[in-house]
């Protein structure tokens, strides 16, 4: 199996312009664009959304090559599998830049620790009542 990051130049709002698929099948990585997706919508700039989708393809390649399968369930995910995958990275010449960056994209994965409001709705959308300077405590 050989994984690839594609770029759509238009995709919907809500959705990340990079995606990660199989490049024999065209077929997604679920759980990565999932991942790109949530991300998107909290408004990062693409060039960020990229990073984290090459990232996430090495460790994807690196997970393949050790476990068979591109399925990764969250409680696989755990504090010796990514140190695992840290020293994997490190033994690599030269050594990947990434290797933080991908143990910190993994560490956020799990998908329940996302309940705050974007970024860019909280600045956009909350509207904060004006006070006068006389109404502001001192």
């Known amino acids: 199996m050989t994984f690839q ?20 099948t065209g077929r997604e990585v679920i ?3 999932r991942f790109l997706d949530r991300e998107c919508v909290r408004c990062l ?7 984290y ?4 393809l090495h460790f994807l390649r690196w997970w393949v090559s050790v476990h ?3 399925t990764v369930i ?14 994997y990275q490190a033994g690599q010449s030269p050594r990947p830049a990434a290797a933080t960056r991908a143990y910190t994209h993994l560490s956020r994965w799990r998908p329940a ?4 409001y974007p970024r860019c709705f909280r600045a956009h959308h909350i509207k904060r009542a004006s006070r006068s300077p006389a109404a502001r405590p001192r």
């Not at 989708?53 to 996430?56: E, G, N, S």
């Not at 969250?74 to 020293?87: D, F, G, H, K, P």
């Open 5 to 24: 990051v594609v770029h759509q130049p238009h995709p919907t709002p809500a959705q990340s312009p990079y995606r990660v698929a199989q490049q024999e």
């Open 31 to 33: 759980w990565v664009n």
């Open 45 to 51: 700039a693409e060039t960020t959304l990229r990073g």
């Open 53 to 56: 989708a090459l990232d996430l």
């Open 68 to 70: 068979q399968t591109d």
């Open 74 to 87: 969250e409680e696989a995910i755990t504090e010796s599998t990514l140190l695992e995958y840290v020293r």
């Open 113 to 116: 620790r996302s309940r705050h």
